[in-house]
């Protein structure tokens, strides 16, 4: 088993003996302005700009310049931007994709060992213009949100064990209300130091799938009916954006049950987080309703995640689709010890879809994987949506605390936890009829392996 990991933990030295050919530009001239600019404005300044919570600013020619041969070294191991995603199998469309492509990658490196050179500033494109003072990344395409929602603060102390505040908050409207998108944030640049991650479940009484109220007590228990979350924040998730004709659906009456799971960080910190709210139009009421699902990978109840120390661990958990459905996204969600998780799906008459493997996985950033609009996949009822995870508890783990301990299930960060966050929309079996009519399904299973 230890051997099959081998290739996991030598990711710098296989990516240094793999780096890509530039192709047909091999000699043409590589600069700054008119090249990798261009790339940094689309790939890496969301984060790397001033006023985040990025160790270094990479806007212009001056900031980026010293930093030459650190961004060649990461963006050889690919470790940025951070897209920890298998290109080799599964879904490869995402709306939200931040990888560089070979080619870029092959750029990026040419530019550095040519002396890093800046170019003719006629070719600098126009500055890529960011929200200022935090402002919500979603602004440009539905103005301000319409809601904004912000938690208790917390005063976080500099030295202590995690926490988990759970404040409630009143949404406050007076007529049900359609969700087009949900963006959520820590109320400050400092606050991302001590959050590890951000939940806001929609409490409220609900209405299931056969028209009926369900109570609220009942209704949050989440599952495939009730209101669930309606948003999860973490390093590498900021928005959920529904597509056309779906949404998530507030009720008058409704509360945000807040859930910030904090970290001490050596400095006091008070903070507090807020969600951005983006409505339909009043009135305009989408056919498909979206829910924020948890497909875990340890099975009911948690049970079977039991990893020794020093050793290598996989469980493997099974949620079954009770309607078709189409999934928007995949988020994986381990801690410290997790290395790897992929999401299959076993249709009802056998066959096995790899939807996607991220081989890579990294705790700093917990990705989410948006689909883009022709790859989502849309899937039977009946469907078995397997998810496996792979958990590294030895010392090749560099972001392992301890190998020599015995990890378990466990909120805190030095346990483990095992499960993928999915926007599901349910759709009906006539809709799911009419897709597949439309579309030629994809063949033959797909599976991840550790080699």
């Known amino acids: 088993m230890q051997a099959k990991w081998s290739s996991v933990f030598a990711l710098a030295a296989g990516a240094l003996a793999a780096i890509?050919?530039?192709?047909?530009d091999a000699s043409a001239n590589v600069t700054f302005t008119k090249d990798i600019a261009p790339v940094l404005q689309a790939k890496c300044e969301e984060c790397h700009r001033k006023g985040t919570s990025a160790p270094m600013s990479l806007v212009g020619y001056d900031e980026v310049r010293p930093w030459a041969k650190s961004i060649k070294q990461r963006v050889i191991t690919r470790n940025m931007p951070p897209w920890h995603i298998d290109k080799t199998v599964g879904i490869q469309h995402f709306s939200n994709d931040r990888s560089l492509s070979d080619d870029q990658i092959a750029m990026i490196v040419k530019w550095v060992d040519e002396g890093a050179p800046k170019?003719?500033?006629?070719?600098?494109?126009?500055?890529?213009?960011?929200?200022?003072?935090?402002?919500?990344?979603?602004?440009?395409?539905?103005?301000?949100?319409?809601?904004?929602?912000?938690?208790?603060?917390?005063?976080?102390?500099?030295?202590?064990?995690?926490?988990?505040?759970?404040?409630?908050?009143?949404?406050?409207?007076?007529?049900?209300r359609w969700v087009?998108?949900?963006?959520?944030?820590?109320?400050?640049?400092?606050?991302?130091?001590i959050m590890h991650h951000v939940l806001a479940r929609l409490q409220q009484d609900d209405i299931g799938p056969d028209?009926?109220?369900?109570?609220?007590?009942?209704?949050?228990?989440?599952?495939?009916?009730?209101?669930?979350?309606?948003?999860?924040?973490?390093?590498?998730?900021?928005y959920d954006i529904y597509?056309?004709?779906?949404?998530?659906?507030?009720?008058?009456?409704?509360?945000?049950?807040?859930?910030?799971?904090?970290?001490?960080?050596?400095?006091?910190?008070?903070?507090?987080?807020?969600?951005?709210?983006?409505?339909?139009?009043?009135?305009?009421?989408?056919?498909?309703?979206?829910?924020?699902?948890?497909?875990?990978?340890?099975?009911?109840?948690?049970?079977?995640?039991?990893?020794?120390?020093?050793?290598?661990a996989e469980t493997v958990g099974y949620t079954q689709l009770r309607s078709a459905a189409r999934?928007?996204?995949?988020?994986?969600?381990?801690?410290?010890?997790?290395?790897?998780?992929?999401?299959?799906?076993?249709?009802?008459?056998?066959?096995?879809?790899?939807?996607?493997y991220v081989d890579k996985f990294n705790f700093n950033w917990m990705n989410n994987y948006i689909y883009a609009d022709d790859a989502a996949p849309v899937l039977p009822k009946g469907t078995v949506i397997k998810i496996t995870a792979w958990y590294d508890n030895t010392s090749a783990n560099r972001n392992n605390p301890d190998p020599d301990q015995w990890v378990g299930f466990g909120d805190r960060t030095v346990d483990e936890m095992s499960h993928a966050w999915v926007n599901v929309t349910n759709i009906s079996d006539e809709d799911y009829k009419a897709w597949l009519d439309q579309h030629r399904p994809q063949r033959g299973p797909e599976r991840a392996t550790q080699q």
């Open 327 to 356: 999934l928007e996204n995949y988020q994986p969600h381990m801690h410290l010890r997790g290395k790897a998780m992929s999401m299959e799906a076993i249709l009802p008459d056998g066959t096995v879809r790899m939807l996607n």
């Open 211 to 238: 028209g009926k109220r369900i109570a609220a007590d009942a209704a949050n228990g989440g599952g495939q009916s009730g209101p669930g979350l309606l948003m999860e924040w973490a390093v590498g998730k900021n």
């Open 180 to 193: 087009r998108a949900v963006e959520m944030r820590p109320g400050s640049v400092t606050g991302r130091k």
């Open 119 to 176: 170019g003719d500033s006629k070719d600098m494109p126009a500055a890529k213009q960011w929200p200022e003072d935090q402002g919500w990344l979603l602004a440009k395409q539905f103005g301000e949100p319409e809601l904004v929602l912000k938690s208790e603060s917390y005063t976080m102390p500099a030295h202590g064990q995690d926490v988990w505040f759970k404040p409630l908050t009143s949404v406050n409207i007076a007529e049900p």
């Open 20 to 24: 890509p050919a530039i192709g047909a």
């Open 243 to 312: 597509r056309p004709n779906a949404g998530k659906l507030l009720l008058p009456g409704s509360s945000i049950w807040w859930e910030l799971h904090l970290h001490a960080v050596g400095e006091e910190i008070r903070d507090h987080a807020e969600l951005g709210v983006y409505l339909y139009p009043k009135g305009e009421e989408p056919k498909y309703r979206t829910r924020l699902m948890l497909f875990t990978g340890m099975g009911n109840e948690n049970r079977g995640l039991d990893i020794p120390p020093n050793s290598i």
